[in-house]
């Protein structure tokens, strides 16, 4: 089964889990993907991720965060569709929820969030907002 959208289902998948109250996510990994998990790491918003093998397939498992019962991700929403690509330059980068939150970025120098982004003066596609 091809998926048009994967990351979009990553963020679907995050979210739902986390309405269920799920400590742990499963799905099908990438190195795109697994690059978001680890930002998602560094911000604090998920507790940690590992990349599990099995015969021919890896899984991406991600164990989920909460702060007294509540999800630590209020929202996490996809900005750049495959359908509509939203791109920035370094210097009209959104605040997420006014520097509360963070934007993923995709840049030349891989993967960031939107405020490395802009110490490093460098723009790209914006994949996701979250906070």
């Known amino acids: 089964m091809s998926l ?3 990351i979009g289902d990553m963020l679907a998948r ?4 986390q309405m269920r109250n799920h400590k742990k996510v499963e ?5 795109f993907k697994a690059k978001i998990a680890e930002i ?8 940690d991720y590992e990349v599990k093998s099995n015969h021919n397939k890896t899984n991406l498992q991600i164990s989920l965060k909460y702060s007294s019962g509540n ?3 209020s929202s996490i929403e996809r900005v750049s569709k495959p359908g ?9 980068l959104p605040k997420v929820n006014n520097g509360l939150g963070i934007a993923i970025i995709s840049t030349p120098k891989g993967v960031m969030t939107d405020i490395d982004a802009r110490k490093q ?3 790209g596609e914006i994949i996701c907002k979250v906070f």
């Not at 995050?14 to 889990?17: E, F, G, I, Q, T």
């Not at 799905?27 to 190195?31: A, E, G, I, N, V």
């Not at 509509?84 to 009209?92: L, Y």
């Open 4 to 6: 048009s959208d994967p």
């Open 14 to 17: 995050l979210k739902n889990s």
């Open 27 to 31: 799905l099908p990994s990438s190195k």
């Open 40 to 47: 998602l790491k560094s911000e604090g918003y998920i507790i």
């Open 71 to 73: 999800p630590v991700i």
């Open 84 to 92: 509509r690509r939203i791109f920035s330059s370094a210097e009209s």
């Open 121 to 123: 003066k460098v723009g």
